[in-house]
């Protein structure tokens, strides 16, 4: 029997076998595995190699044994880890466009629950028919179509189709070469299904699967090290913008003003004030040297500083709440403070007869929370794109969640009713 291709086949998967190899190994000692991103980008890594690793054990074994019924035995087994790693690649293949997806827009999708079934129920369906012939009859040399090869085949068409629904969906959110790069995984493999028909004995599947985790790997890598390089010189820039954003001289005249009324009335409660006061300025201007996040709670300390102060002047027309369930995680400096800064300047201070500002934070099982939501006048979103104070700040704030931890700031306000304000902070990161 000739084993040329075989050969061929035994070279080429231990090749890409190696690098994707080296690629795990990468994965795990720089642990990008931390992001729930890469997370199942690591996964289809491991899936390929699984893929790799079964080629490369049946070819052998074609090439080795000449027993025909161990033979038969063991090249099914190694097909059997072939499907099963076929279908966790397009499972994880599904969850990492969401993610990614979820990312870019903001939304919180989730199809865990529909893949992941998906993938059990084939893996199995697939490695029964390899013995019993149910989707695929094979004899150990050739595969032929069984009585349910349509059904068989359904699993693998729903998981992509749902991952180019969601691409279709929330393509505003999406550039148009990150959508390539995710379909790159359906291209390589047309490219190679072509190659096929000219060499009918390559595997092209996996080795197509390969040199898309690679492209993939490679683009996203290199774009992220941009925006990184990018965003950290930004940073360095707006770092004393930041700190004038938020030292406003309005703000310090009126602070001012009331501490000398409080001078003469209440001596006690203005040197309480100015105590505040020197803590909200040193807050401030130690905010400039923060390159890293700061924890909750040393940042909630600015805001009551702050808000302490701004119920100085309004009194009784302004009512916080606090509810700080959780206060043990890191967010950029100055970022509650500009929330509650907004909600105190846009909202309460509008409204006549004031209004209350609530702040809580929480957890849930994958994200961090911080919500400031107040009583006072509201806005329509659209205003928000105008220009002018209150979206260069929020504007400011979401590149700095973004870059800093990942985070997102979602905006919700209804004119006459009031404005919510989510950060939300993934918990891998």
Not at 136 to 160: C, H, P, R, W
Not at 247 to 255: A, C
Request: proline letters at 2%; a negative charge.
């Amino acid at each position: 029997m000739d084993h040329s291709m075989d050969y061929v086949n035994i070279g080429i998967s231990a090749f890409m076998l190696a690098i994707m190899d080296i690629k795990l190994f990468g994965d795990i000692h720089m642990r990008k595995a931390t992001n729930r991103e890469r997370m199942q980008f690591t996964k289809m890594l491991f899936a390929d190699s699984v893929m790799l690793a079964a080629v490369l054990a049946a070819k052998i074994f074609v090439c080795v044994i000449k027993d025909e019924t161990l033979l038969t035995l063991l090249l099914r087994v190694a097909y059997s880890m072939y499907f099963v790693g076929f279908y966790i690649l397009l499972g994880f293949y599904s969850l990492y466009v969401t993610y990614y997806i979820s990312r870019m827009s903001g939304k919180s999708l989730e199809i865990r629950g529909f893949v992941m079934p998906l993938i059990v129920i084939y893996s199995v369906f697939w490695v029964i028919s390899l013995f019993k012939g149910v989707v695929v009859n094979y004899d150990g040399q050739t595969f032929e179509k069984g009585a349910l090869y349509f059904i068989g085949q359904v699993g693998g068409y729903s998981i992509m189709l749902l991952s180019v629904v969601y691409m279709i969906v929330y393509r505003q959110y999406l550039k148009t070469d990150s959508v390539m790069i995710l379909l790159s995984i359906v291209f390589f493999p047309l490219i190679g299904v072509f190659i096929r028909s000219f060499v009918p004995e390559l595997e092209v599947l996996p080795y197509s699967f390969c040199l898309s985790l690679i492209f993939m790997d490679n683009t996203f890598q290199y774009e992220q090290e941009r925006l990184i390089l990018e965003q950290e010189d930004k940073i360095s820039r707006d770092r004393i913008k930041i700190l004038f954003s938020q030292i406003k001289p309005h703000f310090l005249y009126n602070v001012l003003n009331s501490i000398y009324v409080l001078c003469e009335k209440d001596p006690e409660e203005a040197q309480e004030a100015i105590g505040r006061f020197s803590d909200y300025l040193r807050g401030n201007l130690g905010s400039i040297e923060l390159a890293d996040c700061i924890p909750l709670r040393k940042e909630m300390e600015h805001v009551s500083n702050y808000l302490s102060l701004e119920k100085m002047r309004f009194r009784d027309k302004l009512t916080i709440e606090y509810d700080i369930k959780d206060d043990f995680f890191a967010l950029p400096a100055l970022s509650v403070q500009l929330l509650a800064e907004n909600a105190v300047k846009h909202g309460i201070h509008k409204k006549e007869n004031g209004g209350t500002i609530h702040i809580e934070s929480f957890s849930e099982e994958d994200y961090y929370y911080v919500v400031v939501e107040d009583d006072g006048v509201g806005f329509d979103l659209s205003d928000i794109e105008q220009g002018g104070g209150l979206h260069i700040g929020l504007d400011n704030l979401k590149e700095r969640l973004l870059t800093m931890c990942n985070g997102l700031l979602i905006i919700e306000s209804t004119k006459g009713v009031g404005t919510k304000a989510t950060i939300k902070i993934p918990k891998n990161e």
